[in-house]
């Protein structure tokens, strides 16, 4: 049978997969610092010409961000069609002195290939690619019509591809989007992730004095704005870890006892977490449990604050202005245009005298929600119980992925996220790093789930 072929070629090519795997992840294309243009190109025709060398006929759409790569198989009538997501863009490296190894030398030690990018989302494309040689290469002939499309903006809030979406949606017409950039529920469980919350990130600054003040001279007659910032910032949430703007819960989804229960029976240990994350107690709003807090309840978290001197040494003064960035994680049916005026006006509400504020909006991602009986995403639980070899869990996730909720609105299709990685693969955070053999289980997952939905025909039981 062919796709026995397939699976034996992938097999066979393991060694090869991985080399070019760690030639993708030499390509330092870091989306959001300008410096880093020439390897977003080189990431682009490295992907070019891995499509072109499979017959696909890559398309390279510029924009007026980073380009998109759109590829498709020859569509044939009566065949599902699965489209296929990825990034290659990855996130700055910093502070780059805690890397073991250099961040864009891809280095394999103990089963794990350590490098920017190896799980978030270089890796888990690429399976998806691989997945494909298998067909191409051994003459099989694809079971379903494939589309793919990577973009290079995904890590820095880039626009393009939702753009693209909305105009090409007859373009990108398919049965069912497939995504891998999530993560398995641990080392024995694969997982589908059915929810993803969303984001909206937000810039405050505090303005006072018209410039730094000796703090002696002027102290104790001025409003200090890092002091306003920080008393604005506390009235966020509550000591309860509830958010304290007005109307913020208005919109949450109650989830139902089903998939609270559901959520019960995943087996998480509080222990497990706190050795993770490295803290001695776990915070956060009460009544809940961690995998609420983090998957089903929204959430507002300061990511970055500075004002007035942080050198070395003591330096006597009342800073002009004040900072913080912070994000709120959303959730279904959350609206992140509405959530940041509500922002916004709280902030300007709560603001002290003696002190201006400014709130800016950095980004904004639609939080989802994702079928799980349709039969497109059991097909894809079956490939990967059978590629990872476990029974696979439905879970949510606290990330986000912004172009999820525009798949959802423009193509009216599932989107099924079938992660590779690990909670514990280091994203966005120094040693980011991929098992080796969940690279080898992804491909092989990918190849499975084409089978499975080819399985599904006639197309009718599909919608
Ligand atoms: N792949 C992640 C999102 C993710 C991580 C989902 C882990 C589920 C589990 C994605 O690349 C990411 O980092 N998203 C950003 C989005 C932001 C930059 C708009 C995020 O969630 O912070
Ligand atoms: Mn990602
Ligand atoms: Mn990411």
């Not at 290469?137 to 753009?163: C, H, Y």
Request: glycine share 10%.
């Amino acid at each position: 049978m062919a796709l026995q072929e397939v699976l034996r070629y992938l097999d066979d090519h393991q060694d090869d997969h991985l080399k070019q795997l760690c030639e993708f992840l030499k390509i330092k294309s870091i989306s959001t610092q300008p410096e880093f243009r020439d390897d977003i190109r080189r990431a682009v025709d490295f992907l070019e010409s891995e499509l072109m060398n499979l017959g696909l006929h890559p398309e390279i759409i510029q924009t007026e961000g980073h380009p998109l790569v759109y590829a498709q198989s020859a569509q044939r009538e009566g065949l599902p069609t699965l489209l296929f997501y990825g990034h290659y863009d990855v996130q700055p490296v910093d502070p780059v002195e805690l890397w073991d190894s250099p961040p864009f030398e891809p280095s394999l030690k103990d089963g794990w290939i350590h490098a920017r990018g190896a799980s978030d989302d270089k890796g888990q494309m690429f399976s998806h690619i691989k997945a494909i040689e298998g067909f191409i290469r051994t003459g099989a002939d694809l079971p379903v019509n494939i589309k793919l499309i990577f973009e290079g903006e995904e890590e820095s809030g880039g626009k393009a591809i939702f753009a693209y979406t909305k105009e090409h949606s007859a373009k990108l017409a398919c049965d069912m989007v497939v995504i891998s950039d999530t993560h398995l529920y641990d080392e024995q469980t694969p997982a589908i992730c059915t929810s993803l919350r969303g984001l909206c990130y937000m810039e405050v600054v505090v303005t006072g004095p018209a410039m730094d003040l000796h703090s002696g001279i002027f102290g104790g007659a001025v409003r200090n704005p890092a002091d306003a910032l920080c008393r604005i910032l506390s009235q966020l949430k509550d000591e309860q870890g509830r958010v304290r703007i007005p109307g913020f819960y208005e919109d949450v989804i109650v989830v139902s006892e089903e998939i609270r229960n559901e959520m019960l029976q995943l087996g998480h240990s509080d222990d497990v977490l706190k050795g993770e994350t490295g803290v001695g107690a776990l915070f956060g709003e009460s009544g809940y449990t961690s995998l609420e807090r983090m998957w089903i309840r929204p959430t507002c978290d300061v990511n970055g604050i500075w004002s007035g001197y942080t050198g070395l040494g003591a330096k006597t003064v009342i800073p002009a202005t004040a900072s913080a960035k912070v994000s709120m994680r959303l959730v279904p049916n959350q609206d992140p245009e509405r959530i940041a005026s509500a922002f916004s006006a709280y902030v300007q509400d709560i603001c002290p005298e003696g002190v201006s504020v400014a709130v800016h909006r950095l980004g904004c991602a639609k939080p989802v929600q994702l079928p799980r009986d349709s039969a497109l995403v059991l097909a894809g639980k079956t490939a990967l119980e059978k590629g990872f070899g476990h029974k696979a869990v439905f879970i949510g996730d606290g990330g986000s992925i912004p172009i999820v909720g525009t798949f959802q609105e423009y193509l009216h299709v599932p989107v099924l996220l079938l992660g590779y990685g690990l909670l514990t693969d280091n994203i966005h955070s120094p040693n980011e790093r991929f098992k080796i053999t969940h690279y080898y289980r992804g491909i092989r997952t990918t190849a499975l789930l084409l089978g499975e939905v080819a399985g599904l025909v006639p197309l009718k039981i599909l919608r």
